[in-house]
């Protein structure tokens, strides 16, 4: 996949051990809501650099997951060779999201600056905790605080003060020495 198409895709979840003889595998999702991966299709499975066209034919909840059945494969090992392939799908098939909210995905290299200017760097990577999702922000460089990272807790109103899509710029309440 080129990085044209990389960047018009996202990955939403990830295949696991074969279910059964007849070509079910488990589904593990990346969703907000696990069982919303089914809303998709058709999904891109990629291995080794190599992404396919698949379509789910049958899907149902087992256990605490979810098992799939595509109608490219028949049996068990074929289903053997999909094992821990990622799931990707079109961006343009996600869903628009009201006015204020946007995907992680849109966050990745925005700027990071203080409510006095300071540039604390780019968002490099989200991370998801229990009670808060946090950003990584890597510096443009080791800044005058020494910092190469920092982790900011993304809570709006008290430390993310603005995003703004357009000038890609994140204004937070939050001391660079920290």
């Known amino acids: 996949m080129s990085q044209q198409e990389q960047a018009s895709?996202?990955?939403?979840?990830?295949l696991g051990?074969?279910?059964?003889?007849?070509?079910?595998?488990?589904?593990?999702s990346f969703t907000d809501d696990p069982q919303g991966i089914f809303d998709?299709?058709?999904?891109?499975?990629?291995?080794?650099g190599k992404w396919q066209t698949f379509e789910v034919s049958d899907w149902r909840r087992h256990n605490k997951g979810f098992i799939a059945k595509f109608a490219q494969i028949n049996d068990r090992d074929q289903a053997m060779a999909m094992t821990n392939a990622e799931i990707s799908v079109e961006v343009a098939q996600?869903?628009?999201?009201?006015?204020?909210?946007?995907?992680?995905?849109?966050?990745?290299?925005?700027?990071?600056?203080?409510?006095?200017?300071?540039?604390?760097?780019?968002?490099?990577?989200?991370?998801?905790?229990?009670?808060?999702?946090?950003?990584?922000?890597?510096?443009?460089s080791k800044d005058a605080f020494g910092k190469g990272e920092r982790l900011i807790p993304f809570l709006t109103d008290s430390v993310i003060i603005n995003v703004d899509h357009d000038e890609r710029q994140i204004t937070v309440d939050w001391d660079p020495g920290f």
């Open 9 to 14: 895709t996202i990955v939403v979840g990830k």
């Open 17 to 28: 051990a074969p279910y059964g003889i007849k070509g079910w595998l488990k589904v593990h």
């Open 40 to 48: 998709f299709s058709p999904w891109l499975i990629g291995q080794q």
């Open 94 to 140: 996600l869903p628009e999201l009201p006015e204020g909210e946007f995907y992680w995905r849109d966050l990745i290299g925005m700027a990071v600056v203080t409510t006095k200017g300071y540039d604390l760097g780019q968002v490099d990577d989200l991370m998801e905790t229990g009670s808060n999702d946090v950003l990584v922000v890597k510096a443009n």
